[in-house]
């Protein structure tokens, strides 16, 4: 099974909202991923969590919280986000991380954000 | 910096025909994968080619690997309508968790 969840499918929020994107797969993969992706583009990394801890932050602004609360969840926290952060944000998640193996990463279906 | 860039950017293609997408990349790396992604939702992964002169097939795709020209192709054969979508290489940023993503090539097959 290569399933990676991702809830919720749509989101909408006002600018001074607080919300979360829930990401979960459970394929025994240490190394989970947000990306974000805006019509037309590759998706950009924002974050990476490495055995439950952050060891990538892409200079993401700080209204994007991520939370890795086990080794099968990611989680990521938005609050007074902007209309330019409207976006389809994926979640993925990859075996091992740096290592000599096959990493492929597995993307889950995506939350589709828009901000009012 | 690593870049990875993809030509074309958009390719309109006849059924039954045949045809190319390239990958250029800029430093060494050792992994370069292959993602389709259809229209709105995610990214399914389709290649991953780990050596030089490594050449992967499945239907009527086939990746092939050259890393000394730093370039890897998505090879078409006789395309069909059900290919149309957005195909993605990315490239292992040096062993690191990042993948460094291609611009895209947006691939429409014409019936």
């Known amino acids: 099974d290569t399933e990676v969840t991702q809830t919720p499918k749509h989101l909408v929020m006002g600018m001074t909202n607080k919300k979360s994107l829930k990401c979960e797969q459970h394929?025994?993969?240490?190394?989970m991923y947000w990306y974000k992706q805006k019509a037309k583009k590759p998706p950009e990394l924002m974050f990476v969590?490495?055995?439950?801890?952050?060891?990538i932050n892409e200079s993401v602004p700080s209204r994007f919280s991520p939370e890795c609360p086990n080794s099968s969840l990611l989680n990521l926290h938005l609050h007074a986000l902007q209309p330019e952060d409207s976006a389809l944000y994926l979640c993925?998640?990859?075996?091992?991380?740096?290592?000599?193996?096959?990493?492929?990463?597995?993307f889950g279906p995506g939350t589709r954000l828009t901000v009012l | 910096e690593l870049k990875v860039e993809q030509n074309p950017l958009f390719l309109s293609m006849q059924e039954g025909k045949n045809y190319t997408i390239y990958c250029n990349y800029s430093?060494?790396?050792?992994?370069l994968y292959w993602y389709r992604q259809d229209p709105g939702k995610s990214l399914e992964s389709l290649f991953v080619?780990?050596?030089?002169?490594a050449v992967k097939q499945e239907g009527r795709l086939m990746a092939s690997l050259d890393t000394k020209a730093r370039l890897s192709t998505l090879h078409i054969t006789a395309a069909v309508h059900d290919l149309s979508a957005t195909y993605f290489c990315a490239v292992d940023s040096s062993g690191t968790y990042k993948y460094i993503f291609g611009t895209g090539t947006r691939l429409k097959v014409l019936a």
């Open positions: 080619l780990l050596s030089n002169g």
């Open positions: 993925a998640s990859s075996r091992t991380s740096g290592g000599p193996s096959t990493d492929t990463q597995y």
């Open positions: 969590y490495s055995y439950e801890k952050l060891s």
């Open positions: 430093t060494t790396s050792d992994r």
């Open positions: 394929m025994g993969h240490r190394a």
